[in-house]
């Protein structure tokens, strides 16, 4: 059963950069079959597509964040990243991560999801 | 980038059936894909493409599209279908990119 786990610090500084691991297990990261992609939901609000990484290193990211936004794969140790640099108390949300079919948009397996608050 | 607009809330009593609906100009191209949210967990998959259910999901739970708009339907809705609603699908500008909906708030009275 492929499981998604997402790790990282739960407490930012504004201005500071966000950095999340996904460690993928259960299966290859190095499929040709999917994408690995960040997902995040502020508190109260709706899920919002941050992008998404193929295992040969092609990377797709949401217009609205592409300017802070870098995600990066390590297929040696079955793990994807994010980092989001220069946050503010906007970018506090629940990060999830998740894998979906290449060339699609189905995310069948998703991690348990991590609180990241920005906050001094 | 596109857009995908849900209607924030919808209730249903126990065992009628409800239909919640998603537009976008994205899925004139692309299926949509929908998600089913409770409280303090992450989505689960319940529908995608054109008639595919994850193992797992009970049959009572169908979608459909039509033009620019994609529905989810349960038919004999349960208690434990009350939950958060997410429909996502490709980004009709056709760069890899992903757009979900604003979420659906089912109730079941």
């Known amino acids: 059963q492929l499981q998604l786990q997402e790790s990282g610090p739960g407490l930012v500084k504004p201005s500071e950069t966000l950095s999340l691991t996904c460690t993928v297990s259960?299966?290859?990261?190095?499929?040709?079959?999917?994408?690995w992609g960040w997902i995040r939901q502020p508190p109260g609000k709706g899920l919002e597509w941050i992008g998404s990484?193929?295992?040969?290193?092609?990377?797709y990211y949401n217009p609205s964040l592409k300017s802070r936004v870098t995600i990066s794969v390590d297929t040696s140790k079955n793990q994807f990243s994010l980092k989001l640099n220069s946050v503010t108390a906007a970018d506090t949300a629940v990060y999830y991560c998740?894998?979906?079919?290449?060339?699609?948009?189905?995310?069948?397996?998703w991690g348990q999801g991590t609180l990241v608050t920005v906050s001094s | 980038s596109s857009e995908l607009t849900q209607d924030p809330a919808v209730s249903v009593a126990l065992g009628q059936t409800v239909r919640i609906t998603c537009q976008g100009d994205?899925?004139?191209?692309?299926?949509a894909s929908w998600y089913q949210q409770k409280p303090g967990q992450a989505p689960v998959l319940v529908f995608y493409?054109?008639?595919n259910r994850p193992s797992g999901i009970p049959n009572r739970f169908s979608a459909s599209s039509s033009g620019n708009t994609a529905s989810l339907t349960i038919t004999g809705a349960q208690a434990e279908d009350e939950a958060d609603y997410y429909c996502?699908?490709?980004?009709?500008?056709?760069?890899?990119?992903?757009?979900f909906g604003g979420g659906t708030k089912l109730t079941v009275l």
């Open positions: 996502n699908s490709r980004d009709s500008s056709g760069n890899h990119l992903v757009v």
């Open positions: 990484i193929y295992y040969s290193g092609s990377t």
């Open positions: 998740a894998r979906h079919l290449y060339d699609s948009a189905q995310y069948d397996y």
């Open positions: 259960g299966g290859s990261i190095s499929s040709s079959r999917y994408n």
């Open positions: 994205s899925l004139r191209t692309y299926y």
């Open positions: 493409g054109e008639n």
